[in-house]
């Protein structure tokens, strides 16, 4: 599918390949609703964290220190602590994906967590996929320090994808050149909800009913 | 009691994950262990210099630490280490191994890793690296030319824009459940 979990795939490894070597963290999460119990606040903003300093060469002693003294479950203030401490010493940028997945309650909580990071971390920057209705969510949280991209996949885009997923076709009987020259010219030029469902549904069925 | 396993290894690439689940994993099944899991996996793909680290919860009394030199060829090398009671030796009979050294607790301290574990059970690299392998090549990079993309990067003249957030949406009427 063309999803958004692939584009902010795509914009992690991006923001990776452009930053090399210049002393900056790249770090991702992925929301999934199926996950939504374990994918807390906590949790996702630990896994963040534990990315962090993963790839770090030398990790600071006043992390380390940080680290060391976290006894039994790790608490929210402890992570958003440390994370302060590490963004705000080098140019950070968090992906979030499909951040709609995640509860309302641990959603807030991210948010509040999130400003108390950025608030101290001026180099620190946020990129996150979801659905229209956070926008205002986000932007009351961050006092209006957010730009926002509607996306509709371009028409190459499309026809790209399609060749591809039409080439890895498991049932390449039910194909021929007429109905994959439908494909690529209907989908492409339809409302990008019918590209979608189309994908969902399975291209040839889609067409074939 | 809960003790930790941590293997790490600088460079490691997808023959050096397949090699570490496939050892590492029978290690924990000979020592029981209940729980195990690869990560932080995000960057450790062939295009990026990577930090692994495969930690492990035992169920056994004696806590244990495996380094892992080189991985995924003929030259692999783990170095085992039993931390702690030095009678315990408990991983000495396994022939993959190549030294076997004893350490004690403060060693521990030194190094962070195991640590981690314990800040969340969560594994986001495990899902990067699956989206990457079935990305498609060249689709969505239009994204990364927008002028909003350049400013909230830095890659725009002025540098960095105000902004902190770049909140990026499709159309209301796709249901994110249907595009998965």
Redesign the interface.
């Known amino acids: 599918m063309l999803t958004c979990c692939d584009d902010s795939s795509l914009v992690v490894d991006r923001l990776a390949d452009q930053n090399r070597g210049q002393n900056t963290s790249v770090i991702c999460f992925y929301f999934d609703f199926a996950a939504r119990n374990e994918q807390t606040a906590t949790s996702m903003l630990g896994s963040l964290l534990k990315q962090v300093i993963s790839g770090m060469e030398r990790v600071p002693e006043n992390i380390s220190r940080s680290l060391q003294a976290v006894s039994g479950k790790p608490q929210l203030g402890d992570i958003v602590r440390m994370l302060q401490l590490i963004t705000s010493s080098q140019p950070t940028f968090m992906v979030i994906d499909a951040l709609d997945e995640c509860i309302p309650v641990q959603r807030f909580r991210l948010f509040d967590s999130l400003k108390e990071i950025v608030d101290k971390s001026p180099d620190a920057r946020i990129f996150v996929t979801g659905r229209p209705h956070i926008r205002a969510e986000i932007e009351w949280s961050l006092a209006g320090r957010m730009i926002s991209v509607s996306v509709v996949p371009p028409r190459d885009d499309i026809v790209r994808f399609l060749r591809v997923r039409l080439s890895e076709d498991e049932t390449p009987d039910a194909m021929d050149e007429s109905l994959e020259a439908d494909i690529l010219e209907k989908i492409p030029g339809s409302m990008p909800e019918m590209c979608v469902v189309a994908m969902v549904l399975g291209i040839q069925s889609y067409f074939t009913g | 009691m809960t003790l930790p396993l941590h293997c790490q290894k600088s460079g490691i690439g997808f023959t050096g994950c397949a090699w570490l689940h496939r050892n590492v994993l029978g290690i924990q099944k000979e020592l029981s262990y209940q729980r195990c899991f690869i990560?932080?996996r995000?960057?450790s793909t062939k295009?990026?210099p990577a930090?692994l680290?495969l930690l492990a919860i035992s169920s056994t009394d004696h806590p244990i630490l495996l380094r892992c030199d080189r991985v995924g060829n003929k030259q692999s090398k783990m170095s085992q280490y039993t931390i702690g009671d030095s009678n315990t030796n408990c991983l000495n009979t396994m022939n993959s191994y190549n030294t076997s050294n004893v350490w004690n607790n403060c060693t521990v301290?030194e190094d962070?890793?195991p640590?981690?574990t314990?800040?969340?059970?969560?594994?986001?690299?495990l899902?990067?690296s699956d989206?990457?392998e079935r990305?498609?090549n060249?689709?969505?990079?239009?994204?990364?030319g927008?002028k909003?993309?350049s400013?909230?990067?830095?890659?725009s003249e002025g540098g960095?824009?105000?902004?902190?957030?770049?909140?990026?949406?499709?159309?209301?009427?796709?249901g994110?459940?249907?595009?998965?």
């Open positions: 990560g932080p995000f960057s295009r990026h930090f680290s301290a962070l890793s640590l981690l314990w800040l969340s059970p969560l594994d986001p690299g899902r990067h989206i990457q990305r498609v060249n689709v969505g990079e239009w994204l990364m927008t909003e993309f400013r909230w990067s830095g890659l960095k824009g105000d902004e902190v957030v770049l909140f990026y949406y499709r159309n209301p009427s796709v994110k459940t249907f595009i998965r």
